[in-house]
């Protein structure tokens, strides 16, 4: 069963950036494609960006331009830098499995950009 830490949250000023992780103890990390998952209070969870096994990236709507997805497979490390980020980007964060999680999910980390 994959186990999944997700790390690097915290509170920002509006405009400002974190960068976020998450450590998968996973067999064979190079051979799934990752997401960055997010959910907000009374929203449901909602795709952030995904990764491929190959690199290739795909962002939602609202963070195309902000947020950047990388992947370490050495590390079985996913990443997700976020810059500019807005009030409106506060939520849980998750990383999983893409483009169908795995069923367990981490404990994510707590993002929020207040002045």
């Known amino acids: 069963q994959v186990q999944l830490v997700e790390s690097g949250g915290g509170l920002v000023q509006p405009g400002g950036s974190l960068r976020l992780s998450c450590a998968a103890s996973i067999s064979i990390f190079s051979l799934y494609a990752w997401g960055w998952y997010r959910q907000a209070p009374g929203k449901q969870r909602e795709l952030v960006a995904g990764i491929s096994r190959g690199g290739n990236t795909n962002y939602g709507d609202s963070v195309k331009g902000r947020f950047t997805i990388s992947r370490d497979n050495a590390k079985k490390t996913v990443y997700l830098q976020m810059n500019s980020l807005k009030p409106e980007d506060a939520a849980v964060y998750y990383c999983?499995?893409?483009?169908?999680?795995?069923?367990?999910w981490g404990p994510g980390t707590q993002v929020a950009a207040s002045s």
């Open positions: 999983n499995n893409y483009p169908t999680p795995f069923p367990s």
